[in-house]
């Protein structure tokens, strides 16, 4: 998998200093309140283990699954729910956790979707933030690092599947995707 990476943008060390920060945050801000919080399958799901271990008050957990991709790099517009949450939803205070804000379309859709199940609040966070890719108005509210607009894997994140497992982030070789 090394070979297939242009070059490292956050190592090991400093995913785990940056998601223990936000990990203090959110336990701050939510203290006392009902809190689930929501990781989106696949992508989410290292990190989402990372920032949950990092938070000192009570909270759910629960998943979604959806889709937007397929194999490519680029995002269609259209999301599907391929897994729903099995939490009632209603009054209780909604974080959503994701690898990635791109074009912002899958946050956007689940943001207004747990708002019509009458959620108390919904907040995003992601570990990374792509703002040049943006397709909405969405912005992220706990977000770990910014990234420049390229192709990016490790922690979560894969290409058709691939590299999630990679315990940093990096950049994918464009020759990787553009056979
Ligand atoms: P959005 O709807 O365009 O914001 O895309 C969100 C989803 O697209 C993320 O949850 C990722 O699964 C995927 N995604 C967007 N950019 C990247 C990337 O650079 N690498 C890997 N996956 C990405
Ligand atoms: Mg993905």
Do not use: W
Not at 11 to 38: H, M, N, P, W
Not at 64 to 77: D, I, L, N
Not at 137 to 162: H, R
């Amino acid at each position: 998998m090394k070979n297939d990476i242009e070059r490292i943008l956050f190592t090991e060390e400093q995913l785990d200093k940056r998601i223990a920060e936000l990990g203090e945050v959110i336990s701050r801000d939510y203290a006392g309140k009902k809190v689930v919080a929501v990781g989106i399958l696949k992508g989410a799901v290292v990190f989402f283990a990372d920032v949950m271990r990092k938070i000192t008050i009570p909270i759910k957990f629960d998943f979604m699954a959806v889709s937007s991709y397929g194999r490519g790099t680029k995002s269609t517009g259209t999301v599907k729910i391929l897994k729903d949450v099995d939490t009632d939803i209603a009054g209780k205070h909604v974080i959503i956790v994701e690898d990635i804000i791109d074009s912002g379309l899958t946050l956007k859709y689940l943001k207004e979707n747990f708002e019509h199940r009458k959620a108390a609040s919904v907040k995003l966070c992601a570990l990374l933030d792509k703002p040049e890719g943006r397709r909405t108005d969405i912005t992220g509210d706990y977000i770990g690092f910014n990234v420049p607009n390229e192709f990016i894997v490790g922690y979560g994140l894969d290409y058709a599947g691939k590299y999630r497992n990679l315990p940093y982030i990096g950049v994918l070789k464009k020759e990787v995707y553009e056979k």
